[in-house]
C-alpha cells in the first residue's frame, strides 16, 4: 500500500502550513498570556479555504477529499490547537453534517 502524498494533497500541506507560520503563531504567545481569542483568525481560516476543505466546490467549499482535512488540521494543530479545534468542528461537524 503506498501512502504518499499526491501533488494536491502537498499544495494543501504546503499552504496550511504557511497559513499556520504567518497567521497564527504571530502573537500566539501574547494571547495565550493574555487568555485572548483573536475571533478574526476563524474569519482568515475560512477565506484560506480550511473551514470547506472536505465541502464540494458547488456548495462553496475547496473539495477536497478526507486526507486533505487531515493534513490541514495536522498543520493547524502544529501552529495552535485551539485554531485546529475551530477548524476540524466547522468542517466535520457542521459542515460534513449538512452535507450527510
Known amino acids: 500500500m503506498d501512502f504518499s502524498l499526491t501533488a494536491e494533497h502537498e499544495l494543501i500541506r504546503e499552504s496550511a502550513y504557511k497559513f499556520g507560520q504567518t497567521e497564527i503563531l504571530p502573537g500566539l504567545r501574547e494571547r495565550d498570556r493574555e487568555a485572548k481569542s483573536d475571533r478574526t483568525m476563524l474569519e482568515k481560516i475560512g477565506a484560506a479555504g480550511f473551514l470547506g476543505v472536505c465541502v464540494p466546490e458547488q456548495y462553496g467549499g475547496m ?15 502544529r501552529a495552535d490547537t485551539s485554531a485546529r479545534v475551530a477548524m476540524s468542528v466547522q468542517a466535520g461537524i457542521h459542515s460534513m453534517t449538512l452535507m450527510q
Open 63 to 77: 473539495g477536497a477529499d478526507y486526507i486533505s482535512c487531515g493534513i490541514v488540521c495536522e498543520e493547524l494543530e
